[in-house]
């Protein structure tokens, strides 16, 4: 009988050691899934944040193409063409810097690129009222 009960007593310990050892391979297996969710949300964040940069570069060199063209034409449509590219532009600096709020670093990179916009929007402006004088 007590032979019995001792391959009973193993046999109850190996299981409870299998059923620990499950476990935490299911706690750690969890825990890999929720942070591999989380890193691949910030991948797409990023990509949503350079997708957006790249599109505002490119309404960037549109606004200032079209304020060249109207500085050597005079045509108002080019004017038209800016303004048009500088609210897509501002929209997208918008959505940047909502995707940006909780890293301070691009916030401060935020500022910077904000600052060289609005200097640009100033010249544009500037380049604007000279012409039409």
């Not at 476990?23 to 825990?31: K, P």
């Not at 301070?104 to 004088?133: G, H, N």
Request: aromatic share 4%; net charge positive; charged share 25%.
């Amino acid at each position: 009988m007590k032979l019995r009960s001792s391959i009973q007593a193993k046999l109850l310990f190996a299981f409870g050691m299998a059923m620990l050892v499950v476990l935490v391979l299911c706690g750690i297996t969890w825990n890999l899934a929720r942070d591999a969710a989380e890193a691949m949300q910030q991948v797409e964040r990023t990509e949503t944040v350079l997708h957006a940069l790249a599109q505002a570069r490119s309404m960037t060199l549109q606004s200032e193409l079209s304020t060249q063209s109207f500085r050597i034409s005079g045509e108002e449509r080019y004017l038209a063409d800016r303004d048009a590219a500088v609210a897509k532009r501002e929209t997208l600096l918008s959505r940047v810097h909502e995707l940006t709020l909780d890293n301070p670093t691009q916030q401060a990179r935020w500022a910077e690129l904000r600052a060289v916009i609005d200097q640009r929007i100033a010249l544009s402006r500037q380049i604007e009222t000279v012409r039409r004088t």
